[in-house]
């Protein structure tokens, strides 16, 4: 018998959570027998298409595996026509998702002919859409009531705008100064190396400032 191969997908939105709590899905899909090719972490928007981990995840698929996720917004927050194409481009590398909260009909389906075969095939597909779709308006949602929250704030006069993470620019200026890479200082301190560039060129412009104030 065949045993199934699975690559896991755990993602988080932000640097400041924790991708503890998905972790368990590891030991439940081995508990299913399935195979573990790799699992990718990932703490980025599922608005955003460009994310690294999931990208060398679809890279690394080959044909009969399965992608696991916690949930469909694990996997995209995309508008529908851009989270289908995100499914599509899996599906093209002949996987399959297998996300709770899904029905699976594919094997069933794949069993069936005629008629059959083509109500299973319409109803995953619909099923499928409609948590894209809801995993997208949940986003959307929560992007309204955060602006309406920062409106009411401001109306109050207190929204002071997003702190910095004094101790992580620290950190990546520390790491920076000590001669590291972007890549290795962004994976010490934890965070996107975007982020490393951008404190890092604040760095760097704060101590040209100096310098020139000084003479």
């Given at each position: 018998?065949?045993?199934?191969?699975?690559?896991?997908?755990?993602?988080?939105?932000?640097?400041?959570?924790?991708?503890?709590?998905?972790?368990?899905?590891?030991?439940?899909?081995?508990?299913?027998?399935?195979?573990?090719?790799?699992?990718?972490?990932?703490?980025?928007?599922?608005?955003?298409?460009?994310?690294?981990?999931?990208?060398?995840?679809?890279?690394?698929?080959?044909?009969?595996?399965?992608?696991?996720?916690?949930?469909?917004?694990r996997i995209s927050r995309l508008p529908l026509p851009e989270a289908e194409k995100l499914v599509a481009t899996i599906r093209g590398?002949?996987?399959?998702?297998?996300?709770?909260g899904i029905v699976d009909l594919s094997e069933i389906a794949a069993d069936a002919q005629g008629?059959?075969?083509?109500?299973?095939?319409?109803?995953?597909?619909?099923?499928?859409?409609?948590?894209?779709?809801?995993?997208?308006?949940?986003?959307?949602?929560?992007?309204?009531?955060?602006?309406?929250?920062?409106?009411?704030?401001?109306?109050?006069?207190?929204?002071?705008?997003?702190?910095?993470?004094?101790?992580?620019?620290?950190?990546?200026?520390?790491?920076?100064?000590?001669?590291?890479?972007?890549?290795?200082?962004?994976?010490?301190?934890?965070?996107?190396?975007?982020?490393?560039?951008?404190?890092?060129?604040?760095?760097?412009?704060?101590?040209?400032?100096?310098?020139?104030?000084?003479?």
């Amino acid at each position: 018998m065949t045993v199934p191969i699975a690559r896991i997908y755990l993602r988080v939105s932000s640097q400041e959570q924790d991708l503890q709590r998905q972790e368990s899905i590891i030991d439940d899909a081995r508990t299913a027998g399935y195979y573990i090719a790799g699992v990718y972490r990932e703490k980025a928007s599922g608005a955003r298409a460009d994310r690294p981990e999931l990208l060398r995840l679809i890279a690394d698929l080959q044909p009969g595996e399965v992608v696991i996720a916690e949930k469909i917004d694990r996997i995209s927050r995309l508008p529908l026509p851009e989270a289908e194409k995100l499914v599509a481009t899996i599906r093209g590398k002949g996987a399959r998702l297998a996300v709770p909260g899904i029905v699976d009909l594919s094997e069933i389906a794949a069993d069936a002919q005629g008629v059959a075969k083509i109500v299973l095939v319409s109803v995953q597909e619909m099923l499928l859409k409609l948590a894209l779709q809801i995993a997208r308006d949940d986003f959307e949602d929560r992007r309204e009531r955060q602006r309406q929250g920062i409106d009411q704030a401001k109306a109050n006069g207190k929204y002071a705008g997003r702190q910095a993470d004094a101790a992580t620019h620290e950190r990546i200026v520390a790491l920076r100064m000590g001669g590291n890479s972007i890549a290795r200082t962004a994976k010490l301190a934890g965070c996107s190396e975007s982020q490393v560039k951008r404190v890092w060129a604040e760095h760097r412009r704060s101590v040209s400032n100096e310098t020139l104030n000084a003479e």
